[in-house]
């Protein structure tokens, strides 16, 4: 797993250092303050590789590019490795290879990396089939050193040169899954138990009958059912059930091949599993954006019934995924970050942990760092209404009937049993008292 990462003159901070907590690690952050950056900056130290470099379908995942092409960029991490060993390594890019050349030598195993993209697509790097060898002082990377799915490949698979051979390497899920659920196998159980956990436990959702969506069609394609049909074809299903049904599909996917080729092999399962997860409440509803983390923690557990140690690292703009982890959250175990902006730099924090309580405190908190969870205009209207009380005018209107307007500007905006309505009428009355 990965414990540090350590980033100079690349991304959009000048320097930014993450310090990794060895289970749950979530990231926030405001747009484009290099959320999705890091987490490609993590997978790169995981395994070497950019997302990008390993498949051009990709629409993230670049290699990174130095900010300041005349100063020295430097990527520097250490990664804890199966063997319980922590392993620094540092590259510096080099203009002459246009790339981050490496320390000869096989680096340390970090374990079962998965990397779930923002757009749907995945990576995963499997120990056992993308290590590398040794042979004397030279590297030999004779497998393939990594798989990359755009969204399209992990649903109809992914086709890879093998040894000058164009190879599917992955079947992808409309086959697989469709295969597993005619076997009634041990992967058909896993990801209907996975899909279970990751919708809702009250309601898990089921698995349907294989169909085809036309007589000319032969692609097989499972379906769910759902409380208003027996059989939704899953390509029709909506994007939360699609994101939902990859992430189950990758997940049963690289780990069952993943114990596959480690008996092949002959070389021990992984110990260590890292799931770095972009935007992981993205399309959920908030019922799921409420269990979703919780849920992947449970699955990994579940999955990997042998017990490999699971680090998440996650980034999200959802103040419920904050509020759901707060009865799981360990401090010894798991870490929070922020991103932010001040002084016209982007910096990266660990946001000491505090419970908020729920999900409006959390908006308002440091770390989404939201005045108001209302619109923009009943925000305007209160802090208005405020400052009029205050005596210090009216921000909204400079008119005669100063008061009257903005009463009438909140009764528009507010809802009838907004909390502020308590505070303005006891003013308006005792204000009118006074008179
Ligand atoms: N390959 C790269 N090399 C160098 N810098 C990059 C690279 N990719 C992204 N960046 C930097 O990261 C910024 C975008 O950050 P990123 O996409 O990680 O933001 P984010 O926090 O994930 O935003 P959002 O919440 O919108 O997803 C870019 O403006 C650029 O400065
Ligand atoms: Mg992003």
């Known amino acids: 797993m990965l414990e540090r990462l350590e980033m100079k003159n690349v991304g959009p901070a000048p320097e930014m250092v993450l310090e990794l907590a060895p289970r749950m690690n979530l990231i926030t952050g405001d747009n484009g303050l290099g959320k999705s950056f890091l987490l490609d900056g993590a997978w790169w130290a995981l395994t070497r590789k950019w997302p990008r470099e390993l498949n051009p379908r990709l629409t993230s995942g670049y290699a990174a590019r130095p900010t300041d092409m005349t100063k020295p960029a430097k990527l520097r991490f250490t990664v804890k490795t199966t063997n319980g060993h922590s392993e620094s390594y540092e590259s510096e890019y080099s203009a002459s290879d246009q790339g981050w050349p490496g320390r000869p030598g096989r680096p340390g195993n970090p374990g079962l990396v998965i990397h779930a993209h923002a757009d749907g697509g995945f990576s995963v790097w499997d120990p056992a089939r993308n290590y590398w060898k040794k042979k004397g002082d030279m590297d030999i990377q004779d ?58 436990a009250e309601r ?125 959250f360990e401090s010894a175990r798991d870490r929070l970050f922020h991103l932010d902006m001040s002084d016209g730099r982007v910096r990266l924090d660990e946001e000491p942990w505090a419970i908020q309580g729920d999900a409006l405190n959390w908006l308002v908190s440091d770390v989404f760092g939201l005045r108001q969870g209302r619109s923009v205009e009943a925000e305007r209207a209160i802090e208005a209404a405020e400052a009029f009380m205050r005596g210090d005018g009216n921000l909204l209107t400079d008119g005669p009937n100063e008061r009257d307007e903005l009463h009438r500007e909140l009764e528009r905006v507010l809802a009838g049993h907004d909390p502020f309505w308590p505070r303005w009428v006891v003013w308006a009355e005792r204000e009118d008292r006074g008179r």
Not at 155 to 162: A, H, I, Q, S
Not at 269 to 274: D, K, L
Request: aromatic residues 6%.
């Open 204 to 328: 898990p959702l089921e698995v349907g009958p294989i169909l085809r969506l036309s007589v000319d069609d032969t692609q097989d394609i499972p379906s769910l059912r759902t409380d208003y049909s027996d059989a939704v074809p899953i390509v029709h299903a909506s994007s939360a059930i699609r994101r939902i049904a990859g992430l189950a599909y990758m997940l049963v996917w690289s780990w069952g091949e993943h114990l596959r080729a480690a008996e092949q092999l002959q070389v021990a399962r992984a110990r260590q599993i890292v799931l770095l997860f972009d935007e992981i409440d993205a399309h959920l509803h908030p019922r799921w954006q409420r269990s979703v983390v919780p849920a992947i923690l449970e699955v990994m557990d579940s999955l990997t019934d042998d017990g490999p140690d699971v680090q998440l690292v996650a980034t999200t703009h959802s103040p419920l995924v904050l509020a759901s982890v707060e009865p799981h």
């Open 143 to 200: 497998r393939l050193p990594g798989y990359a799915f755009s969204f399209d490949e992990v649903w109809t698979g992914l086709v890879c040169e093998v040894q000058g051979k164009s190879t599917r390497v992955c079947k992808g899920l409309l086959d697989d899954w469709s295969s597993w659920i005619r076997e009634r196998g041990e992967n058909a159980e896993r990801m209907a138990k996975v899909l279970g956990t990751l919708t809702n």
